[in-house]
């Protein structure tokens, strides 16, 4: 009801009807809907979108394929690996994405952006669907990624 969606949907460029004008941030777009590469502005929105017939190793490993076109197949999987211990999903890997809990799901939300290294991390209700204990770890796991040099912008409906 406040508009906390439609200001990142405009802020990451999704929607932009009635909005003029450019955003950036140190000089680049922000506009994640056209995010190519590496790099740049992610957006992880409010309502998880994982291909729940895959294994979270799957699911990460295909991304990579997207999004790490320019590695290669070695490359992508120390990534991939790399990336599922940050989030500390490792000994998930095998697990369906349908199986995971909220806190596990929301986590490899964030994996799967995390993959091309943005630089800028939009964040839509993170937490939504939490109980306290999922909620405060993903909020550590968050506060880890902007201390390590990533600019995240995100809505919280309720912190605690």
Request: with cysteine; proline share 2%; aromatic share 4%.
């Amino acid at each position: 009801g406040a508009g906390k969606t439609t200001l990142l949907n405009i802020l990451a460029g999704y929607s932009t009807k009635g909005a003029k004008g450019t955003i950036t941030v140190n000089g680049s777009s922000t506009c994640a809907s056209q995010a190519t590469g590496r790099g740049g502005a992610r957006y992880i929105r409010q309502h998880d979108d994982l291909r729940e017939h895959l294994t979270v190793y799957e699911a990460m490993s295909l991304a990579a394929a997207l999004k790490l076109a320019d590695f290669n197949s070695q490359e992508r999987k120390e990534k991939v690996l790399e990336v599922l211990a940050l989030l500390g999903l490792s000994g998930t890997s095998r697990t369906l994405c349908r199986d995971l809990s909220g806190g596990q799901k929301r986590r490899l939300a964030v994996a799967l952006e995390l993959l091309s290294d943005p630089s800028l991390l939009f964040l839509d209700e993170p937490t939504t669907g939490l109980d306290s204990s999922a909620s405060t770890s993903l909020i550590a796991l968050l506060n880890g990624l902007a201390r390590g040099g990533r600019t995240l912008i995100a809505t919280i409906h309720q912190p605690t």
